[in-house]
């Protein structure tokens, strides 16, 4: 009995946990909402009831007004539709590639036996029939309740595995797979797992129908899929018809349901690209135009949103640019193959996109690392597992949209496809694009999406300037104000430690997309940003960049993120690094009253070993010396490394959605009054002797020197009163 009432007492305290963070969640989401938004959401059950006992009318009415048998055989031949998926480019794309069809047909292979892998969690094998609301890799069944009423953020279990599960991406996979090979299995596979999911899912029943984002992105795998599969003897009108209305359906939800205001990123796109493919590829149904009209025109605008002027994303998140990029891309190639044409927002915002990612990358730097990144597809044709930025670079081209640079794209069956759909267009697409050379592009700045890039030989060093993220909720940003990365031929030296978990490891969640994961400077133990959730930021740092000069290689910016603390912290950042390779210094400056920890933090890749020196860090690569880093503050320092921490969290690396791997950060600590000023010294290991690095700081200035065998070198930074300092070099 006593053991009986003690897991009562923690079950009880377990609820009460799970509902006090639910009731704190709410109230955070409400501060970052305004008035309107506010209004919206206290109508919105209104509405959806409202709109409720009209859409199932909607919906017969959008399928019954069609002859299923006519409408089917307009389907079949392609009339007054694009088209991607065709068995004629199939049999070109298979002779031209047949390595990249050898890959793809694996991977149909392993769906047609129900086997799936996503993110970091290892392969499943899934029960015939597939029951598409149970995870294997958590073991849990989710309810086959009313959408609205799931709980996804407390519900136990990874809720973004059973939604990529229930994506439905692997149907194009099989769509191909019978294409390329004629094999009835394919066939026969895509159609029995489509069936056994409308069985199972009645609309607005279970997790899949959590959301219109989900349903967007399901629907273009539907669409697409069915496209390829349709002149199968498989694709009868009666099954037709239950696609039909599970697309028409879709479309009602994507414009009903769609993300507005403080949520209003990547959602409201995959949303109305969801509702654009319905629209151009079954044109049968009498909303088509409306919808169509609707989804272009909101997809026009959002293209300026979300793309910023320099070709930065909004979201501050490589992985969300490129996934919201190819979602404009699938709607641009399909408008443009059927009138010739795309819109010229839509067009620019993907050439604005890949000029940027272009410049970052060039022919062989590592691919950007910053923000979340969930490792969503737009659609997926190819097997590969991640979309790399190179993968993306060379799928976008393919309409002459982006670079061409050889070296610089990778090939991948997606580009395939869509060169095919070029190709048999009559739209004049290349030229668009700017002439992108394949040699390595020089340091440059993007100012609206805060990123400096200094280059010297085949050294790349960033300094992220800008925004926490995008809107008010900031949800995929990370708190990594005047951060730095460094690669050297080609290899990530300093880098962003990734994503980590969104659900299947929440203790992994607020530690690497905190401001102590990043290269840079961490007060008191807190985020520069108020962590209000998962997905949610209250409080933004906002950074003020002084002085970019790309000629000297200097960045100077400071953040007001820590004025929320005792003393009013300030955080200003100086990154020198000349193009006379010499190296890198980063000099901190945290103004401000009273006792404070300030801590910068270096995180490495995994591959990467550390040897502790007096004042600093030896960095070797499979035994072969990398960098060196020297530390030096106006204040005592304590210098440490941590590698692997599971209590914690510090000292990991994340290649992979819920997957993470031991590496090193290194770190300086420094505990007391402000103001505080700490150097670190990056330089090559084969340079000469480094020694004696010193920092002070007076009223008018701060003066870094440090011994290269006998000589002496001196930085000089001017604190004039003017928006940006002086600095002077002395050899």
Not at 38 to 48: D, E, N, Q, V
Not at 247 to 270: I, K, P, Q, T, Y
Not at 424 to 431: H, M
Not at 675 to 694: K, N
């Amino acid at each position: 009995m006593v053991g009986m009432a003690g897991d009562t007492a923690i079950r009880l305290q377990c609820y009460r946990g799970v509902l006090m963070s639910g009731l704190k969640w709410y109230a955070h989401r409400l501060q970052s909402m305004g008035h309107r938004e506010m209004l919206w959401r206290a109508t919105m059950p209104f509405r959806t009831a409202r709109a409720r006992g009209s859409r199932g009318h909607n919906v017969a009415e959008l399928v019954d007004a069609l002859d299923s048998a006519e409408a089917l055989e307009r389907f079949r031949s392609g009339v007054d539709r694009p088209i991607l998926l065709d068995r004629q480019r199939a049999q070109v794309i298979r002779d031209e590639n047949p390595a990249l069809v050898a890959a793809l047909l694996s991977a149909a292979d392993l769906a047609v036996e129900r086997s799936f892998c996503f993110f970091g969690y290892p392969a499943v094998t899934l029960e015939q029939p597939i029951d598409w609301h149970y995870d294997p890799v958590s073991d849990v069944r989710w309810p086959e309740v009313l959408s609205r009423k799931i709980n996804h953020r407390i519900f136990a279990g990874d809720v973004k595995w059973i939604w990529e599960l229930n994506r439905l991406q692997h149907l194009p996979w099989l769509a191909q797979a019978w294409l390329f090979t004629g094999e009835s299995r394919y066939e026969r596979a895509a159609f029995e797992h489509l069936d056994s999911w409308m069985d199972q899912n009645p609309p607005g029943r279970g997790v899949a129908w959590r959301g219109a984002f989900e349903a967007g992105i399901r629907a273009i795998s539907i669409a697409i899929a069915v496209q390829g599969l349709r002149d199968s003897t498989e694709l009868t009108a009666s099954r037709f018809e239950r696609i039909l209305r599970v697309l028409a359906e879709s479309a009602n939800r994507c414009w009903h349901d769609r993300s507005l205001f403080s949520s209003a990123n990547n959602h409201l796109v995959g949303e109305m690209a969801g509702l654009a493919v319905i629209a151009l590829m079954f044109p049968d149904f009498v909303s088509s135009a409306s919808w169509e009209s609707w989804a272009v025109q909101t997809l026009s605008s959002e293209a300026d949103k979300q793309i910023l002027a320099d070709g930065v994303g909004a979201e501050q998140a490589v992985g969300y640019q490129t996934f919201t990029v190819e979602l404009l891309y699938l709607v641009a190639a399909l408008l443009a193959q059927r009138d010739g044409h795309a819109p010229n927002q839509i067009v620019e915002a993907i050439v604005r996109s890949s000029t940027f990612l272009f410049a970052v990358v060039g022919d062989q730097d590592p691919c950007p690392r910053y923000g979340d990144d969930d490792e969503g597809f737009a659609l997926r044709l190819g097997p590969e597992a991640v979309r790399s930025v190179r993968d993306h670079l060379g799928i976008v081209s393919a309409h002459g949209w982006g670079v061409t640079a050889r070296g610089t794209v990778n090939d991948t069956l997606t580009r395939q496809w869509y060169r095919a759909m070029a190709q048999s267009s009559s739209a004049e697409l290349v030229g668009l694009a700017p002439a992108l050379s394949a040699e390595r592009p020089a340091s440059f700045f993007a100012p609206d999406g805060g990123l400096a890039v200094l280059r010297s030989g085949r050294r790349r060093t960033t300094m992220d300037v800008g925004p926490l993220g995008y809107l008010s909720i900031a949800a995929h940003g990370h708190a990594d104000a005047l951060a730095i990365t460094l690669s050297i031929d080609g290899q990530d030296v300093i880098t962003d430690p990734g994503t980590g978990s969104y659900y299947g490891h929440p203790e992994w969640r607020p530690a690497m997309r905190s401001t102590g994961a990043h290269a840079t400077v961490c007060i008191d133990g807190q985020d520069q940003s108020l962590n209000a959730g998962s997905f949610m930021w209250l409080r933004h740092a906002r950074t003020r960049v002084r002085q970019v000069d790309l000629v000297t290689g200097v960045v100077d910016a400071e953040h007001d993120g820590y004025t929320r603390l005792p003393g009013k912290p300030v955080h200003r950042r100086w990154l020198i690094a000349p193009s006379d390779d010499w190296g890198q210094l980063v000099v901190d400056m945290v103004t401000g009253n009273g006792h404070h920890e300030v801590r910068t933090n270096w995180p490495l890749h995994p591959s990467l070993e550390v040897q502790r020196i007096p004042f600093g860090h030896i960095v070797t690569r499979q035994n072969v010396g990398v960098s060196q880093l020297l530390y030096s503050s106006t204040a005592p320092l304590l210098i440490d490394e941590v590698r692997g921490d599971v209590r914690e969290n510090r000292g990991w690396w994340s290649d992979r959605l819920e997957s993470r791997m031991p590496a090193w950060w290194l770190g300086a600590v420094a505990n007391a009054e402000l103001p505080i000023v700490v150097a670190t010294l990056i330089v090559p290991i084969d340079r000469r002797r480094i020694d004696d690095l010193f920092v002070e700081r007076c009223d008018e200035y701060i003066s870094v020197c440090w011994a290269e065998d006998s000589d002496l070198r001196t930085v000089r930074i001017d604190l004039a009163p003017s928006a940006h300092a002086t600095i002077s070099i002395q050899d």
